[in-house]
């Protein structure tokens, strides 16, 4: 099989949309999310997705394989807020690593479906699981009391700690790759690239190829910790990623001009999977698939994208559209950057 990095030499490859817009079809009850295992758990669950790896393993099997059959390249495990902090507010913090190998399991299996499927053309390579891994529910870098500048709610350590678990309980279920997603506290990505290091380090095995994306909170183009988009690109390309690029908080229309930058910058591929535009009143996407589409279109057309997809508000439709308009554009070429002598 061609390995992500072969494949990204001849297309633009595709990843998938949103999970919790997905979910949110099922319209689950208390009792989805309780399962047998957490039958008289003692706070709700509801809300809390990522346990439904472990109660409705159906549901996750079946989102994860539309997003493969709607032309998903790469599929992201079901594990944005499966580490021990995150966690912490169901008191579930102890199922951090049962949550992502059954979240690692789901996605395996809906591959494994996939590829007996009328749908798979084998000539495309892969499909490949990444490992999502998100920016937890707690900053490094800024403090949550505005009473107290200095005081921090959370330590490096403890962040390293609760990604090393999960980066281990991924790696276990035969995830492809790592996915650092969402990064809004530069500071806390660096936590996990310091327990992915650390974790291959350990057990003596190569490093799984590790996909880095930040987000751009509003029109300034800076991250909610206050960086500019090159200053988070220096900050986090010690990691040496096998792409880098940006992902929620804004639209594609509102996304293109810093995916032109980070463009133009990167010395790995590059990444980008916008909501379905901004969300309207209601917090809800009115975006339609083939608008989305279009603009992803334009930036592939310009070079600007390696990988391309949809976050927050994006379904099934959203990546149809996305992988037919890509199919046949050129990716962006690796800049050819002068050795430091």
Known sequence: MKTIQE?????ILVIDGAMGTMIQRYKLEEADYRGEQFKNWHIDVKGNN??????????IRAIHKEYLDAGADIIETNTFNAQAVSMADYDMSRFSRQLNLAAAACAREAVEEFKQSPNYDVSRGGPFVAGAIG????????????????????????AANAYYEQIEALADGGVDLLLIETIFDTLNAKAAI??????????KMPILPVMISGTITDASGRTLSGQTL???YTSVMHARPISIGLNCALGAKEMRPHIEELSQIAACYTSAYPNAGLPNAMGEYDERPDQTAHFIEDWAKEGYVNIVGGCCGTTPDHIRHIAEAVKNITPRPLPVVEPVL
């Open 7 to 11: 494949l990204l030499k001849n297309r």
């Open 50 to 59: 990522e346990v439904l790896c472990i109660t409705r393993p159906d549901i």
């Open 135 to 158: 920016p937890l529910n707690k900053t490094l870098s800024l403090s949550p009391d505005v009473n107290n500048p200095g005081y921090r709610s959370i330590s490096f350590d403890e």
């Open 194 to 203: 310091f327990a992915i290091r650390k974790y291959f380090a350990d057990v």
């Open 230 to 232: 090159e200053a988070f």
